[in-house]
């Protein structure tokens, strides 16, 4: 698609042992499905995917858990602005004017992806994301942004100004989303999260990909990990839940 401002982007669906699953393609124009090069036959059965989505096969060796194929991702386009989504999306949406969830189609989502990456380079951060929540009362309409929050996997963009040394932590790959969201937050002191927009995704009824390998001693095992690294200021487990809060200290926590 053809932007005024000339900016260029590609958008990367990571996706591990859902041959016949994928719905991130109903979602996305042009992206690149990222599978192991073991499991192509499997994924060639279902082409042609939607909107001019096409497989990009690695070598195994690249693949077998997230981190490696979404560092594979960042090193083979290093200098590209990308976005790098979950293979099993519903829709992406947003509210406004009272309405709740609107769906956008293909092309919205574009123009959203464009003016995601012009904002992001504009406050000079190379990392921006979306909403993790459905709910309308995530949306804070006196609070468009927000700029100490992680930005979670199943939507991550970063600018073609991303430095070579903020990678995926390879010993982190069940918190891996968290880690280089503070990656980026230690060095930039802030990413960029749009509250209006938000993803609805698909992981807990499907097989494959991360669910594939996660248990909960090991999310419990990675969240204590995350904590070694940052610290117990900055990342605070929970009892009911998987997931760490993680406090930015520029937050005044």
């Not at 992806?113 to 504009?122: H, P, T, V």
């Not at 609070?143 to 979670?152: G, R």
């Not at 280089?180 to 990413?191: D, G, P």
Request: aromatic share 14%; net charge negative; charged share 25%.
């Amino acid at each position: 698609m053809d932007f005024i401002s000339g900016l260029d982007f590609q958008v990367f669906i990571i996706s591990y042992k859902r041959a016949g699953a994928i719905t991130s393609d109903k979602v996305f124009n042009n992206a690149y499905i990222v599978i192991p090069k073991s499991q192509e036959e499997d994924y060639r059965k279902y082409e042609p995917y939607e909107n001019g989505c096409e497989l990009l096969v690695i070598p195994d060796e690249a693949d077998g858990n997230i981190v490696k194929k979404r560092n594979w991702i960042l090193n083979n386009y290093e200098g590209k602005n990308v976005v790098i989504v979950d293979d099993d999306y519903d829709y992406i949406g947003y509210h406004e004017n009272f309405e709740t969830n609107i769906k956008m189609s293909p092309d919205e989502i574009d123009v959203m992806l464009e003016r995601g990456f012009i904002m992001a380079k504009d406050l000079g951060t190379p990392m921006w994301g979306i909403n993790v929540n459905t709910d309308p009362i995530a949306y804070m309409q006196y609070t468009p942004f927000n700029m100490l929050s992680p930005i979670l996997g199943p939507f991550q963009a970063f600018t073609d100004e991303l430095p070579a040394f903020i990678r995926y932590d390879e010993y982190l790959y069940l918190k891996e989303d968290y880690d280089i969201s503070l990656q980026v937050m230690h060095k930039y002191h802030k990413v960029l999260r749009f509250n209006k927009y938000h993803y609805s995704v698909n992981h807990i009824n499907k097989k494959g990909g991360v669910v594939s390998y996660r248990t909960q001693d090991k999310e419990n095992r990675h969240n204590e990990r995350l904590q070694k690294k940052w610290g117990r200021k900055v990342v605070k487990l929970r009892n009911d839940s998987i997931n760490p809060v993680v406090k930015c200290p520029l937050s005044g926590v």
